[in-house]
């Protein structure tokens, strides 16, 4: 198993303040996320305060509270963007990046693939060699925007009911 790396989240962003989001900031990160309305309509339930609450608790099978990071950055005090990412998972070397979202008001400026672009050679730089996700299948939003991003489909697809999920990935 892929030993944990020493995170600086500081090393994440050139541009933005970055640090752990806590329960203290479900309101901040529940105003973020209720704006995208575009998101959800593909990634339903719509967002409720109880949910990131969930979402920052839920891990994958084999996972553990020190492999898991959900994170904001911050332009000043204003959370602009937030990530959940999870080392070593689903294979070593791995980092899957399990929720991602910028603030609406400031989408379409760059700031997103900025943010990521910043993100994946620091991932690198602590050995992970692939950088994975999943979209939800029919969401052009999402889809563009990693592939933008370097990302490509695996051809990976689950669950096979609804919602379907698309597996991305990207070698670091």
């Not at 109880?50 to 996972?63: Q, Y």
Request: some cysteine.
């Amino acid at each position: 198993m892929m030993k944990m790396p020493k995170i600086e989240l500081n090393k994440l962003s050139g541009d933005y303040s970055v640090r752990k989001l806590a329960k203290d900031d479900i309101g901040m990160i529940y105003d973020l996320c209720r704006k995208n309305e575009i998101f959800y309509r593909f990634h339903p339930p719509f967002v409720t305060k109880e949910s990131i609450g969930e979402d920052m608790e839920a891990l994958p099978p084999g996972r553990s509270r020190e492999d898991k990071f959900y994170i904001g950055f911050f332009d000043w005090d204003k959370l602009i963007a937030v990530m959940d990412f999870i080392f070593g998972y689903p294979q070593e070397n791995v980092v899957y990046i399990g929720f991602f979202m910028v603030e609406s008001a400031v989408s379409g400026r760059g700031i997103g693939t900025s943010i990521i672009q910043g993100c994946l050679p620091y991932f690198a730089s602590l050995g992970c060699h692939v950088a994975r996700l999943a979209v939800d299948e029919g969401n052009p939003q999402s889809s563009a925007f990693w592939r933008k991003n370097g990302f490509a489909g695996t051809g990976e697809r689950f669950p096979q009911g609804k919602p379907v999920y698309l597996v991305m990935e990207r070698r670091l």
